[in-house]
Nanobody, 127 residues
Framework: QVQLVESGGGLVQAGGSLRLSCAASGRTFSSYAMGWFRQAPGKERELVAA????????YYRDSVRGRFTISRDNTKNTVYLQMNTLNPEDTAVYYCAAELRLNVLALVLLATGYNYWGQGTQVTVSS
C-alpha cells in the first residue's frame, strides 16, 4: 500500500503559478504510475495529468497542456504538478493518485484505474 499527502495549494491571482507536491509513503514509489486529478464544485473529477513509473511518459488534458508540468522524483517519493498561467477555471480541489503498474512506461488515465488517493489540496484562482 501507499499513502499520499498533497501540499502546495492556495489562493493565487490569475496568471500566477503554484507547484503542488504529493508525497508518498513506503519504499516502492517507483512501482506506481501517478496522476493528478481535480474536482470543481458541482463537476466530476477529471484527470489533469499523468506520469509513468519512469517519468518518461506523460499525459495532459488539453486545457492545461503547455501550462502545467507533471514530474516525479523517485528518490524523494514525490510527484509534482507545476501550474503556470493559472486562470479561474483551474479552481478546484486537486488530488494525486497512485496505481501499481508493471510497465514502466504505462499511464493510467481513468480515475477508476487508481486505487490510492490523497486527501486533496484546494487551489483557488482569483480573477
Amino acid at each position: 500500500q501507499v499513502q499520499l499527502v498533497e501540499s502546495g495549494g492556495g489562493l493565487v491571482q490569475a496568471g500566477g503559478s503554484l507547484r503542488l507536491s504529493c508525497a508518498a509513503s513506503g519504499r516502492t514509489f517507483s512501482s506506481y504510475a501517478m496522476g493528478w486529478f481535480r474536482q470543481a464544485p458541482g463537476k466530476e473529477r477529471e484527470l489533469v495529468a499523468a506520469i509513468s513509473r519512469s517519468g518518461s511518459s506523460t499525459y495532459y488534458r488539453d486545457s492545461v497542456r503547455g501550462r502545467f508540468t507533471i514530474s516525479r522524483d523517485n528518490t524523494k517519493n514525490t510527484v509534482y504538478l507545476q501550474m503556470n498561467t493559472l486562470n479561474p477555471e483551474d479552481t478546484a480541489v486537486y488530488y494525486c493518485a497512485a496505481e501499481l503498474r508493471l510497465n514502466v512506461l504505462a499511464l493510467v488515465l481513468l480515475a477508476t484505474g487508481y486505487n490510492y488517493w490523497g486527501q486533496g489540496t484546494q487551489v483557488t484562482v482569483s480573477s
